[in-house]
């Protein structure tokens, strides 16, 4: 996800500030980087790649002034380019702003201002951002009451900072994505996280949702949108600069657990219209395939399994491969979409099994994290989980989003009667998330189970993929053997495992007949003494047969998938945390795999 600093009052330090901020903001992951600093007038530099690449265009260029912002993109509207890089700026040259979010609105926006006669010069929606400013210091707005009034044009989620040519501050405002104030004697800063200014202060205000900064020479401001002084409290970090990037979770995967109710409210954002019923993926143009092939690998191919399903109901012949064993799969058939589902956009067997689809003439599409990347690139159509990037080697977040997306994308596809339902579910979703965060009892469960031999998941239905990403998630960071089935299948042959020392970890939700079935399969483990671990939202009585419940709200199974899978995750990393195991590099294990 982009990284914000922005800073006055340090200085002739002021550049060197910055772009030290922005290495402290790598971890979040980006593709271009950038600053602006402002006096008389607005200097500016940016450039695609990494913080080394901005180093070297700075050393070309001189940049002066006490004022400034950065900035660190992770691409989401136009590729990483010099020209999509942040700052932006207006047609006059005298405003930069930088953006993290996404602005919903920006196309009409966009659209009025290049009426109105403004040039555009990137993809980006941050781009309107500067020249809605430049519009109101023309109408002889004073340039905090500019930067306001721009800001109240704006939908969709922003942390923005800005400065302008002649204005010894820089202005900021937040809602929906984070931004933090760092106070000093003399200096003060802005981030979107506090390891961007943590070696120069502890002292730290969190800005909320509506608010905004002004922060100058004199110290700083924070009040309403519209000039309602806020009072803040400021808080002290507790923990030490060498911490850095963990938002103080012990590890990126915790923090990337936690991170999944933002995420999901982002993949949804400005796609789903509750009131109709219905979800716009438009921009992907005219999608009616009479068959739908996904393939993936590894937690990727979990939830493929799960969109295979999603679109089986909605009437579309739909498989799941294994991308590794595509090749020697069936061809695609007729007028098949063939969909490779992957986080990274760079899994070499993803990549090869698209190559090889669209050989056999196939139309592609990527359903991927990261923008620019191969298979967004190569693929004829890309669709965006939006889940902000990934540094945890097990993938925690883009399971949930990946989900969500391909409920969005069956929903976009088709006309599934129920949508409605679906939708309303989708929506709850990120809170509910954040209730099975509040309240598990996860960390309890592996506890008990810490010295387990093995470790079974067992699911039906959209169940049965989260069983198999239980066990991919607890063999992956535990070290320990771990196996997830489809409920029926236990008694076919894995049940001969089973024993009074291998938890059976059992996902059952609502009280119909695949519920009832898998109840069933309970009882027969309950019989050989294994113990049970429940995931269950309470409307079977698998409860009865359970050691342990670990509770989900009811809700659509579409949408208690990714509930159950949220637990499972915490009993994973809590077990391997119990463990001491190197959670966010597992032995062996790599976060892109790039050979075949
Ligand atoms: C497991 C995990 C891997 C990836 C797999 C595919 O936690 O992260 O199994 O899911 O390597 O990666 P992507 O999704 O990048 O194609």
Redesign the pocket.
Known sequence: MCGIIGCVGRGDETLDTLVHGLSKLEYRGYDSAGVAMASGGVDLCKTAGKIEDLRDALSSVSLSGSVGIGHTRWSTHGPPTNANAHPHQDCTGDVAVVHNGIIENYQSLRDELVSAGHTFTSDTDTEVVPHLIEDELADGTAPEAAVRSAISRLEGSYAIAAVIAGTEAVFAARHDSPLVLGLTEGATFLASDVPAFRDFTDQVIYLDDGEFARLDADGWAVSTLDGSPVEKEVNVVEWDPEETGKSGYDHYMLKEIHEQPRALRQCLRGRVDEMAGTVDIEDLGDLSPTGVQFV?????YHAALYGAQLFREAGIPAQAFLASEYATAVPPIGDALVVGV???G??AD?LSALREARKRGARTMAVTNVVGSTAARECDHAFYIRAGPEIG???SKTFSTQLAALNLLMLGMTNEEGAREVIAALRELPGNVQRILDESNAEAVAETYRDADSYFFIGRGYQFPVALEGA??MK?ITYKHAEGFASGELKHGPLALVTENTPVFAVVTGDGEQARKTVGNVKEVEARDAPVVAITDGQSDVGRYADHVLELPETHPRAAAVLANTHLQLLSYHTAALLGRNIDKPRNLAK??TVE
Do not use: H, I, M, Y
């Open positions: 993936a690998c590894g937690t990727s992957t986080q990274s760079e899994t993803t080697v097990a993938a991919l998630k992956e892109s795999v």
